[in-house]
């Protein structure tokens, strides 16, 4: 007889889902390491020539990219988005969703 395995729905962030201190800055980190990866891909820049764009180190690029970036602080990341040439908004807005805590979100 087999019996079913049960499962468990996930929030958005899986840093929360897996018990990581800081989730939400994990969770933001993520997005925005996403955002400069798709940002170098799309412009085939090389992990040394973002190196040099960003005043860090062709290693920094490359554990950032695998998804070692716990060294790099929010605001850096942001700074590493305006090197790339993008408008960066912080917009902060009264929630509204009860279903929902408030959350920090990267659009």
């Given amino acids: 007889m087999s019996q079913k ?3 468990k729905i996930g929030s958005r962030n899986v840093f929360k889902d897996i018990g990581v201190p800081n989730s939400e800055e994990h969770f ?4 925005l390491v996403f955002k400069i990866h798709t940002l170098l891909k799309a412009r085939g820049l090389k992990q040394v020539e973002a190196a040099a764009l960003f005043g860090v180190r062709q290693p920094d690029i490359s554990n ?3 998804g070692e970036f716990r060294q790099f602080s929010v605001e850096r990341l942001l700074r ?3 090197a790339l040439d993008q408008n960066v908004q912080i917009v ?3 929630h509204r969703n009860p279903n929902h805590p408030p959350a920090l979100q990267v659009l």
């Fill in 28 to 31: 933001v980190k993520a997005q």
């Fill in 5 to 7: 395995k049960g499962y």
């Fill in 64 to 66: 950032m990219l695998r």
């Fill in 80 to 82: 590493f988005l305006v």
């Fill in 92 to 94: 902060v807005k009264p």
